[in-house]
C-alpha cells in the first residue's frame, strides 16, 4: 500500500492512499482537510463557551465570598475596636487614680521628666494594649480575603483571554466555512520539506503514487489568487494626468502572480492558557513562495 501524510489546519494531519487517481486524491484531501478544521473549530468553540460560562458562575461565588469574608472582617474589627477602647478606658481611670494618690502625698516632679515619662509611659501602655487583644481572626479573615480576591483577578484575566480566543475562533471559523463550501474549485498543491511543489494539477491524468513518493510528509497548500487592485476615483481635474501615468506605468508592469498558501490557521485560538504559557513561536523558514505555475 502506498500512502502519504498530509498535514493542515494546526497540528492536524491524515494520512491518504495514493493508489488512486490524483483528481480522486486532490478531492479527498480538500474534503478531509475542511471537515477536520471545521470540526476542530467548532469543538473548540464550544469548549470555549462552556469555560466562559463556567467562569462567569465561579466569578459570581467568588465576589459571594468577598462580600461575606468582608462582613465578618468588618464584625471581627468592631470586636476589637470595642475591646481596645474598654481596655484603654480601664488603662485611663487606673492611671487616674494612681495621679491622684501621688498628689495626695505631695509627690512632685520635674516638668520636663514629667513629660518624658508620660510619653514613655503611654507608648508602654500602647504597647500593653495591643499585646493583651487577640487580632489573629481578623489577621486570619485578611489573610482570606486577600486570597479570594487573587482568585477572582485571575479568574478574570483567564476569563478575557478565553473571550478573546472565542472571538478570534470565530473569524476563522466563518473563513473555513465560506471555503469549505467552494472547496471544489479551490486549486490545491503538496509541498514538500523542502518548500517543493509537487505539481498536482500537472499530473491530473496519472495515479498519485507515480510521482508522490511513499511514506511521504506534505504540506496542504492553496492557491491564492491576488484581489484586483480597485481603481482610484478621480476628485479633481487637475489629477487627471498625474493618474493617467499611474494607470499606464500599471499596465507597463506585469501582473502579480498568485502563491500557494499553507492550509492552516493560527494556533492561538484553540490552545489552551496553560498550553500558551510554553508555546514558543518557531519562526517559519525564510523560503519565498512559489508562483503558480502558467499552463
Known sequence: MSFIVV????????????NTSTPTLIDNMKTIAFNNIIKLLQSKDSSLTKEI???????????????????????????????????????????????????????EKDKGKEKKETATK????SKSIEEQLDNKAIV????????????????????????????KLGEILSHFKKQNKTKMSLIIDLLDSNGEAMNL?????????????NKT???????????????????KDEEKKEEKKKDDKKKEESPPQPTLEPLKFDGYCVRTIEEDSQYEEIDPKDKAKKPAKKK
Do not use: C, H, R, W
Not at 7 to 18: K, L
Not at 78 to 97: F, H, I, S
Not at 154 to 160: I, P, Q
Open 7 to 18: 498535514t493542515y489546519g494546526y497540528n492536524q494531519y491524515s494520512i491518504f492512499n495514493t
Open 53 to 107: 460560562e463556567n467562569s462567569l458562575k465561579e466569578e459570581e461565588n467568588l465576589n459571594k465570598m468577598i462580600k461575606a469574608t468582608e462582613q465578618d472582617l468588618k464584625i471581627e474589627e468592631d470586636k476589637y475596636n470595642e475591646q481596645k477602647k474598654a481596655l484603654e478606658e480601664k488603662l485611663k481611670k487606673e492611671e487616674k487614680l494612681k495621679k491622684e494618690e501621688g498628689d495626695k502625698k505631695g509627690k
Open 122 to 125: 503611654k507608648k508602654e501602655e
Open 140 to 167: 486570619s479573615l485578611q489573610e482570606k480575603l486577600t486570597e479570594i480576591q487573587n482568585q477572582l483577578s485571575n479568574l478574570n484575566s483567564n476569563k478575557e483571554i478565553k473571550m478573546d480566543k472565542k472571538k
Open 201 to 213: 494539477n500537472d499530473n491530473l491524468e496519472s495515479l498519485a503514487n507515480e510521482f508522490l513518493p
Open 217 to 235: 510528509v506534505y504540506e496542504l497548500n492553496y492557491l491564492k489568487f491576488p484581489e484586483e487592485e480597485k481603481k482610484e476615483e478621480e476628485k
